[in-house]
């Protein structure tokens, strides 16, 4: 029983993490007044490039580190929309999720032509001696470094956010953008290193998805997932550490539904397939008009305004 709940929780834990890098991805852009739709794209270009780049070079960490620059440029894409163009905040999202599905589906059967080609993924690293505590050993003393940097990204965003001079300023942009440029701040600046930071986040997320998760790559990968840190981002209000929890909520929850269709249970396995969806729907309900957004959030700012 014991071995059946520390697994379940060492799940919860990896199916919680890509959503963990995505939501906070999404909380930069959202903070700065962004809305961003696009993580589920930028998740899946992550997931790709770092297949892509560890495929030819061998090296996980090589595929990691493209992973972070792919999703950021995605993200400077959304910006460019979203800020300079001025283009609906929520069409540049979606175009960027139907044009980042279709690119990484067709470059992957160019890349990937034997189908699901095996990659050299990154292993957990075992503490020795706390690595054998029962349940607690295998969650926290048997992680790969991914893991323990989501926890430092945690930390450091919620100190830079709230404890900061320059967190306070990308706060400022994302509620009230013309006290901000009064104050002689540069709106489009802070908003375009929020969404490109929140684009490399994502991306830093779909690395996990194929580097640790499965080590492969498999077309439309993400599954919702950018969606389902979208909800995350709400139920936790926000705030890093919220985010990060509404995660594990989730991350549990779709263990929860391979666990059940592992056990044989006479149950449709479509219903088990859409409960964390489903979680995620009855989240949002619970919230309404209780979660308070950045008051500029998705509302474009050019200096004009004034």
């Not at 963990?20 to 930069?28: E, I």
């Given at each position: 029983m014991t071995n059946f709940f520390s697994d379940y929780l060492v799940s919860s834990l990896h199916l919680?993490?890509?959503?963990?890098?995505?939501?906070?991805?999404?909380?930069?852009?959202?903070?700065?007044?962004?809305?961003?739709?696009g993580l589920e794209g930028m998740l899946l270009t992550g997931a790709f490039v770092g297949a892509a780049v560890t495929y030819y070079t061998n090296s996980p960490w090589i595929g990691v580190l493209a992973a972070v620059i792919g999703g950021g440029?995605?993200?400077?894409?959304?910006?460019?929309?979203?800020?300079?163009?001025?283009?609906?905040?929520?069409?540049?999202?979606?175009?960027?999720?139907?044009?980042?599905s279709g690119l990484t589906s067709f470059f992957s059967r160019l890349v990937f032509t034997d189908g699901t080609q095996r990659l050299v993924g990154i292993e957990p690293i075992i503490i020795p001696g706390l690595a054998n505590i029962p349940l607690i050993g295998p969650l926290l003393f048997q992680q790969d470094i991914l893991v323990y940097l989501l926890l430092f990204i945690v930390c450091l965003s919620t100190y830079f956010l709230y404890y900061t001079s320059p967190g306070l300023t990308l706060r400022a942009v994302g509620e009230y953008p013309l006290a901000a440029?009064?104050?002689?701040?540069?709106?489009?600046?802070?908003?375009?290193?929020?969404?490109?930071?929140?684009?490399?986040?994502?991306?830093l997320g779909g690395a996990y998805l194929s580097l640790v998760q499965v080590k492969y790559f498999a077309e439309g990968m993400s599954a919702g997932k950018g969606f389902i840190?979208?909800?995350?981002?709400?139920?936790?209000?926000?705030?890093?550490?919220?985010?990060?929890?509404?995660?594990?909520?989730?991350?549990?929850?779709?263990a929860l539904q391979l666990r059940i269709q592992a056990s044989g249970a006479n149950i449709p396995y479509q219903f088990l397939i859409m409960l964390p969806y489903a979680i995620a729907i009855f989240a949002m309900i619970g919230l309404a008009g209780l979660s308070t957004p950045p008051a500029a959030l998705g509302i474009p700012y050019w200096k004009r305004n004034r």
């Open positions: 919680a993490i890509p959503l963990a890098f995505a939501a906070l991805g999404g909380l930069y852009s959202e903070r700065s007044g962004v809305l961003n739709i440029l995605v993200g400077l894409l959304h910006a460019f929309l979203s800020v300079t163009l001025l283009v609906n905040q929520l069409v540049s999202g979606l175009a960027i999720n139907l044009v980042t440029e009064t104050a002689g701040v540069s709106v489009q600046r802070v908003r375009y290193l929020a969404v490109v930071i929140g684009g490399s986040l994502a991306g840190a979208i909800a995350a981002l709400i139920f936790g209000k926000w705030h890093p550490v919220g985010s990060v929890l509404s995660c594990l909520l989730f991350g549990s929850t779709e």
